[in-house]
């Protein structure tokens, strides 16, 4: 589209490079891991289209956004900072939340921390954190990987050994995964991205004082994740006081923009367009 541009936009720590598209309410739509805007592409043009203004960064250590060194820099309440310091930089006051994987997780703190900032929040894939934590060893054993990235130079060097070959195997996308390692082969951007996991993991796992979601909420998730359960995006619904609804998407994998786009598109278009929102 003509409309799309780039722009590095400051939020105080460093700069965001942020995909900006469309006209009208301000749709936010966040990434997760290995993942940069990129993520969004097939949402990107749709949304705009359909009369939103979108807008998608790439999270700091991501894509061609700054990579702090230090892992605390990482931790979710500095992501949920550069979610708000960027809306302040662009002049919008409120939001169409999306998000996918650790997108997912982000904008869920976004919309407990700034609840006035979020119209409505669409999580692709990752449910409720308390419902993530508190969900059985399905979910447990689905996230061995979340330990393995513990492993501070180990990870990275098993990660990039054989020609990636282990991350590959992980990922199971081999659509996308040359897009990532590309990305991904940069000085000190593998070690950003696994930073995510590393700054937060205790908190992910043992956090229980959660604020209530108070805006409606839409949950996907698809029968082909291999790294979530059903049921911790089914349980979320207990976390959420101002509307909630569920949609399975059939066949796709983990990564549903991509696998799955017009679903998407179908689903987030009335969502954000403020249809069929069900009260609690």
Same mark, same amino acid.
């Given at each position: ?36 805007? !990129? ?11 359909? +009369?939103?203004? /979108?807008? /998608?960064? =790439? ?12 892992? !605390? =820099? ?62 059985? &060893? ?60 590393? &700054?937060?993991? /205790? ?21 082909? =994740? ?13 976390? /959420? ?8 998407? !059939? +066949? ?13 598109? =179908? ?6 367009? +403020? ?6």
């Amino acid at each position: 589209m003509d409309t799309v541009r780039r722009e590095a936009v400051s939020v105080g720590e460093g700069e965001l490079r942020v995909t900006l598209a469309g006209e009208g309410p301000p749709v936010l739509l966040v990434h997760g891991f290995p993942d940069d805007g !990129e993520v969004w592409r097939h949402q990107i043009p749709a949304l705009a289209a359909a +009369g939103f203004r /979108v807008i /998608v960064p =790439d999270l700091r250590g991501c894509g061609d956004s700054f990579a702090p060194d230090r892992t !605390e =820099d990482y931790r979710l309440t500095r992501l949920v900072a550069d979610l708000e310091a960027l809306l302040d930089a662009l002049g919008v006051d409120t939001v169409r939340l999306a998000g996918h994987d650790w997108g997912a997780v982000i904008a869920w703190r976004f919309a407990m921390a700034c609840p006035q900032r979020v119209c409505c929040y669409a999580a692709l894939s990752v449910g409720h954190p308390l419902a993530y934590a508190t969900d059985g &060893a399905m979910q447990k054993l689905k996230g061995w990987y979340a330990l393995f990235f513990q492993w501070r130079g180990g990870a990275e060097r098993l990660l990039r050994a054989g020609h990636w070959r282990l991350f590959r195997r992980l990922t199971g996308h081999p659509g996308e995964a040359a897009r990532w390692i590309s990305r991904l082969e940069r000085p000190g951007r593998l070690r950003a991205a696994l930073n995510y996991y590393r &700054a937060n993991l /205790v908190e992910v796992l043992f956090r229980r004082d959660y604020p209530a979601v108070t805006m409606p909420v839409l949950g996907l998730w698809s029968s082909g =994740d291999r790294f979530l359960t059903e049921r911790q995006m089914l349980r979320s619904a207990d976390f /959420v006081s101002g509307g909630w609804r569920y949609r399975r998407i !059939e +066949g796709a994998g983990h990564w549903l923009p991509l696998d799955a786009p017009a679903a998407v598109n =179908d689903l987030l278009i009335p969502f954000f367009r +403020g249809e069929n929102h069900v009260p609690s």
